[in-house]
């Protein structure tokens, strides 16, 4: 250090080094000033006065420090020493909370460490000044608090798998089973083992991307075949064991403007009676343009005496549409001898948009049997020649549940259009929006009705299959259905009534909507909630302290009451966002532990409606479409982000988590996914710190103690301990995973399979692989079924 020291007092003497001095000041200058000109705006909107403080440190520092003078070093250090009061107090000691504020600071703090700089102190504070004194410290705490993130909890206690495993399993239905619960009782790859995972094989579907795809499909296996589908309507029949195809079917759809291209499940039916037979086994699908198709599963033939040649119509009795305004993205599900159709109607387009009517086909001959239109109740079937099934009422997008027991299919539904201008609304829509339904499979009329938001003006529909699940509530053992919602509340009803099994009550919630509109004075709120705490001027982001102030500034001046804040001519926030808390991905159901797990994501959106004849200048100066035709106003819409193209809300902006469907209670809670392919300006890397990402997919938990997930946008299909939390095992995947997996026994050895292919929305990169992961050979000849022991 007397080296340093005296390199340093003859580098000054000779006025080596004068440069950086001056460049640093340089530098320093126009920090301050944004700082000060940024404070002083947020001062007189009402945040926080520490960036103009900021501001008018850093211009006294720049100044000393260009006449070469020490009292820039004391200037700078007084800075570090403020920040890191004021950050501690504004926010913890969460190390994302602490990075935007700190880092920055501190990093510049460290010039005054070389050579040249003028800098002060006594003893040793002389050898590195007093900013650097203070930055070094500085930087190696935030270093210390995200080296604790990669810290895996304690090791849960070891299970014995014991028995024996069935040579063959199959997964039948999109959840896995009719009820939807994503549970696989299968355990050869469990906690103890999951670490040794291996892929198998990779199908690769030959599909070129298209801009608006996403590869989402949730295979079916049955027998030896694993079936799924592409973002263009085509399906696919694989050797379970090794990938191999063995046919393909092209419906060769339509090409239309389809907002977004994707398949997410098929459903299969066997005809018991007819074994042998050509199309006793049936694979159904649903293509883009609109289309019911039915192949024969071991030939992928169709089946000719199903509709018109192997196809019916879905968009019969629609009247006259455009065709990319009503297409199926889920598939159909499978009852007794029914196939029942939900579908996407394209969201806040129009006032006259097609209907959400829920229809049931015969699975041998196609012909409709009933047809549930909310709007027309008491006529069961399809609309006379010259009508129409009602228009722009609620629609079932996500996947579809049935109790085949009881005779129930159960709804997920959405908004009636448009979704964000609710003056105009029937007494139908605002019954049956965004609500569960359960309908009768014999007639389709429904049963009961529950509503997870009233008169919704957020687009928080029901985004995901309900999952079924017989729980142990209240001393007895109930038939129950689990709900996951975008806005974060989890509902457990009784299926059989639609009563809650757990409190929800009704909550107080913001107003002022525009004029007219009847915004409801409460909302539901559940005993089970995953949603994010309310956001706060403190709890706005940014990878520096200037990106973090320009969200500071932009939230406030964007009107926020919390959730449930209504939109109106003004910017206003949606939180949780459009996009959800949850979404189609769905809840994963231990059944053994009688848990859910479930995926979130934490993204704020910027909203407002335009008034009608603002809309050509509006239009003019962004790159949005006015929608909402018919109404007086056009809609806008973006995710809440800072400069530099991240979420201006503090991170995790994804969790994976485990709730106790029993109680309610967390049992565990951990970021799910890193930075690795994403970062900041889109630039496609950042750091692999468990940062937790947005996500879109779902899990799928087995009986091995193990949960598995992709679905985020680092690319990567992860196995989670399902009792704790800890991740078992990670493999990088060629593609976007934004899919559920599903799991298997074939010829006694289980796989695990993923589709990657990218998402759209969430801009991950694109591909046609479907992949399939195993342990190695020999301890996959290993037999397990049952825990024991635990």
């Known amino acids: 250090m007397d080296t340093l020291t005296s390199l340093h007092q003859r580098l000054r003497k000779n006025g080596a080094g004068r440069w950086w001095v001056r460049l640093f000041a340089l530098l ?72 935007p504020r700190l880092a920055g600071p501190a990093i510049l703090g460290l010039a005054f460490l070389l050579p040249a700089m003028p800098r002060s102190g006594y003893r040793w504070v002389s050898r590195c000044g007093w900013s650097g004194a203070l930055a070094v410290p500085m930087l190696l705490g935030l270093v210390a608090g995200f080296a604790a993130l990669f810290v895996q909890p304690s090791s849960a206690a070891p299970a014995r798998w ?71 309507s085509t399906v696919i029949a694989l050797d379970a064991r090794n990938g191999r195809e063995l046919w393909r079917h092209d419906p060769r759809i339509k090409e239309g403007d389809y907002a977004t291209r994707t398949c997410r499940s098929l459903a299969y039916f066997s005809d018991a009676g007819a074994i042998g037979r050509p199309c006793s086994a049936r694979i159904f699908s649903t293509t883009l343009d609109g289309r019911l198709v039915a192949l024969d ?38 009852v007794g001898d029914r196939i029942i159709v939900g579908g996407l109607v394209l969201d806040n387009q129009k006032i006259d948009m097609p209907s959400g009517v829920i229809r049931a086909y015969d699975v041998h001959s196609g012909a409709l049997i009933w047809a549930w239109d909310m709007g027309a109740p008491d006529r069961p079937g399809a609309p006379p020649p010259g009508q129409r099934y009602t228009p722009s009422t609620p629609n079932a997008w996500a996947p579809l549940t049935t109790d085949p027991a009881l005779g129930l299919v159960f709804l997920p539904l959405g908004n009636p259009s448009p979704d964000f201008y609710g003056v105009r609304r029937r007494p139908f829509d605002e019954k049956y929006g965004s609500s569960v339904v359960a309908l009768s499979v014999e007639d389709g009329r429904p049963r009961w009705s529950f509503q997870t938001v009233h008169h919704d003006l957020w687009d928080y529909d029901v985004p995901m299959q309900p999952s079924l699940a017989d729980l142990d509530i209240g001393g007895r053992r109930v038939p129950a259905l689990v709900q996951g919602t ?85 910017y206003s926030l949606v939180y949780p966002g459009l996009t959800g808390t949850m979404n189609w991905g769905g809840l994963s159901i231990d059944e053994d532990r009688q848990i859910a797990i479930a995926n979130i994501s934490m993204v704020p959106w910027r909203v407002r409606l335009v008034p009608r004849k603002q809309v050509s200048a509006a239009v003019a100066n962004a790159s949005w479409t006015p929608l ?38 967390t049992l565990w809670s951990r970021p799910l996914g890193t930075a690795r392919d994403s970062g900041p300006l889109g630039l496609g890397f950042g750091p692999p710190i468990p940062v937790g990402v947005p996500n879109v997919g779902g899990a799928v938990t087995t009986r091995g103690d193990v949960t598995f997930i992709a679905g985020t946008m680092d690319r990567y299909i992860r196995a989670f301990d399902t009792r704790n939390g800890a991740e078992l095992w990670k493999a990088r995947l060629p593609a976007g995973g934004q899919a559920t997996p599903m799991t298997y026994m074939a ?44």
């Open 28 to 99: 320093l200058l126009p920090i301050g000033l944004f700082l000060l000109g940024g404070g002083g705006q947020l001062i007189v909107l009402g945040g926080s006065a520490y960036y103009a403080i900021a501001g008018t440190i850093v211009l006294l520092a720049a100044f000393f420090v260009s006449r070469n003078d020490p009292r820039g070093d004391i200037t700078y250090a007084a800075l570090l020493a403020i920040t890191l009061l004021w950050a501690v107090w504004e926010s913890g000691r969460d190390p994302w909370a602490l990075m």
């Open 162 to 232: 014991t028995t024996t495993m069935p040579a063959e399993t199959d997964w039948a239905h999109y959840g896995q089973e009719a009820g939807g619960s994503r549970f696989a009782p299968v355990a050869q790859i469990n906690a103890g083992n999951a670490d040794r995972l291996q892929r198998i094989w990779e199908h690769h579907s030959r599909e070129a991307p298209h801009a608006t795809a996403s590869l989402e499909s949730t295979p079916l296996k049955i027998g030896a075949v694993v079936y799924t589908c592409t973002a263009s």
């Open 297 to 334: 599963a071991p030939s992928g033939a169709l089946c000719k005496t199903f509709g018109d040649n192997g196809y019916v119509a879905l968009q019969d009795g629609f009247g006259k549409i455009k065709n990319s305004h009503t297409y199926s993205t889920s598939g159909p599900a499978v």
């Open 486 to 570: 975008k806005q974060g509340d989890i509902f457990i009803l009784d299926r059989r009534t639609g009563k809650p099994l757990l409190p929800v009550l009704e909550r107080t919630v913001p107003q002022g909507a525009i004029a007219g509109e009847p915004v409801s004075p409460t909302q539901p709120s559940s005993a089970i909630s995953l949603a994010p705490p309310p956001l706060t001027e403190s709890a706005m982001w940014g990878i520096t302290p200037l990106d973090q102030m320009i969200c500071r500034i932009r939230f406030r001046k964007t009107r926020y009451e919390g959730r449930y804040t209504p939109p109106n001519t003004d």
């Open 628 to 665: 909402m035709i018919g109404t007086p106003y056009a809609w806008e819409q973006e995710p809440f982000l800072g400069p530099l193209a991240v979420p201006c809300n503090q991170p995790p902006w994804g969790r994976l988590t485990a709730v106790n469907l029993r109680s309610g209670r």
């Open 747 to 790: 010829a006694g050895r289980q796989y695990l399979v993923v589709s990657a292919g990218g998402h759209a929305i969430l801009g991950t990169r694109k591909g046609d692989v479907t992949l399939a992961f195993a342990l190695p050979k020999p301890e996959a000849e290993q037999k397990y079924l049952s825990k024991e022991g635990e």
